[in-house]
């Protein structure tokens, strides 16, 4: 049984049955039906045109739960005949459930978690290990999200903004969990990139790229996490980091910018120092500066002050971050990272500690943990 051939057909066969009527949540049922089906059929009887047999499977279970339920009837009338079985067309419909998935009427974090279940193929228990939350939390929250887009067409999906936001947050999953859906929200803003000239989806390539063509060198070979300062350049993929600058700079070019062009610039910087050392830091809180004009993100504002110590001292990003809520996720992290920075281990050690046990990850966790031992085994010297 080829399980990656089922999960790649998985998005086409949903976005046809909602196309012919079904709505999201009968569509998704059925469609795990025939999943199962096929499970149980294809090693003896494998079909010719595997993607036609599971819409036709899928659309029968669709019919036959219809049919079973009366509050149903009314879409079971719009539907005369069950179509006769064929060739399905060849046509890659995930974009479109990502429009679907990404309705206005959705949060953004009801959105990604939608989109990561009926599109990136997730089990809910994958879905809540990533956002740390129990099962069952996650159950209800993906239920809610599917009740809200329950009946929704096509021809009413969510904005380009908030489609935008859900790529970069599956790409951020992707990049940082167990789960690897960074290369397929890539693909995907490539295919958006290819339909809508607008230089934010520009941007979100770009960033996109830029971040993926260093992807090999942010862990060791144990899984511990590399910050960038420390990662082998020599190994970061040159070939994307190219594409994605000269994707960036057309975009810049049209004198529209926004908050993704603006990270990407940022992200081209640092790809484009030929060490740590050598980084234009002053040029990146120039951009930081861009990036609090456009959003006013208090998290913008935290890695801006990081910045500041980069370009400025310790003792000015640290006037920076006291302007902030110490409550703010990975402030404890860059307040440690800059206490170091001024001499001061013993409140470093005590703020890696504390970020540590406020890592949202088991990477991120295990790092922190390794820097606040280090600096206090360097006191106990």
Same mark, same amino acid.
């Given at each position: ?114 989109? #990561?279940? /009926?599109?990136?193929?997730?089990? &809910? !228990? +994958?879905? @809540?290990?990533?956002?740390?939350? %129990? $099962? ?44 690897? #859906?960074? /290369?397929?929200?890539?693909?995907? &803003? !490539? +295919?958006? @990139?290819?339909?809508?000239?607008? %230089? $934010? ?51 810049l070019a049209r004198d529209r910018l926004g908050e993704f062009q603006a990270q990407a610039a940022i992200a081209a910087l640092h790809a484009d120092a030929p060490t740590a050392g050598e980084t234009d830091w002053v040029q990146i ?32 990003g640290l006037a920076a971050l006291a302007e902030l809520d110490d409550s703010l996720p990975r402030h404890a992290a860059a307040a440690a990272y800059l206490h170091e920075r001024d001499g001061d281990p013993a409140t470093a050690a005590r703020l890696y500690a504390e ?27």
């Amino acid at each position: 049984m080829d399980e990656a051939l089922l999960r790649s057909l998985t998005p086409s066969v949903l976005a046809i049955l909602v196309r012919r009527g079904a709505d999201f949540a009968a569509a998704e049922d059925a469609v795990q039906d025939a999943l199962v089906e096929a499970v149980r059929v294809w090693p003896a009887d494998p079909p010719r045109d595997p993607k036609a047999w599971l819409v036709t499977v899928a659309w029968r279970r669709f019919l036959d739960a219809a049919r079973a339920d009366a509050s149903r009837r009314r879409r079971e009338d719009l539907v005369d005949e069950e179509p006769a079985p064929g060739p399905a067309p060849a046509v890659d419909d995930t974009l479109q459930l990502y429009f679907l998935c990404a309705h206005p009427s959705l949060t953004p974090s009801s959105a990604v978690a939608l989109t #990561l279940r /009926a599109v990136g193929g997730l089990t &809910t !228990r +994958q879905i @809540a290990q990533a956002y740390l939350v %129990p $099962e069952a939390t996650m159950a209800q929250r993906i239920s809610r999200a599917k009740r809200t887009v329950s009946g929704v067409r096509f021809d009413r999906p969510g904005d380009v903004a908030t489609v935008l936001r859900v790529l970069y947050l599956v790409f951020n999953e992707g990049y940082s969990g167990d789960v690897d #859906l960074a /290369a397929e929200a890539v693909r995907l &803003t !490539r +295919q958006l @990139a290819a339909v809508i000239d607008h %230089p $934010e989806v520009a941007g979100l390539l770009a960033l996109m790229l830029l971040h993926h063509a260093r992807r090999a060198t942010r862990t060791a070979p144990d899984g511990s996490l590399v910050p960038l300062a420390e990662q082998d350049r020599s190994r970061w993929d040159t070939k994307t980091i190219a594409e994605g600058v000269r994707i960036l700079q057309a975009a810049l070019a049209r004198d529209r910018l926004g908050e993704f062009q603006a990270q990407a610039a940022i992200a081209a910087l640092h790809a484009d120092a030929p060490t740590a050392g050598e980084t234009d830091w002053v040029q990146i809180v120039e951009w930081y500066d861009e990036l609090v004009r456009l959003t006013g993100s208090p998290v913008v504002r935290l890695n801006r002050a990081v910045a500041v110590g980069e370009a400025d001292g310790p003792r000015a990003g640290l006037a920076a971050l006291a302007e902030l809520d110490d409550s703010l996720p990975r402030h404890a992290a860059a307040a440690a990272y800059l206490h170091e920075r001024d001499g001061d281990p013993a409140t470093a050690a005590r703020l890696y500690a504390e970020a540590a046990r406020k890592a949202s990850n088991l990477a991120e966790r295990d790092y922190l943990t390794r820097q606040a031992a280090r600096l206090n085994a360097r006191r106990c010297r």
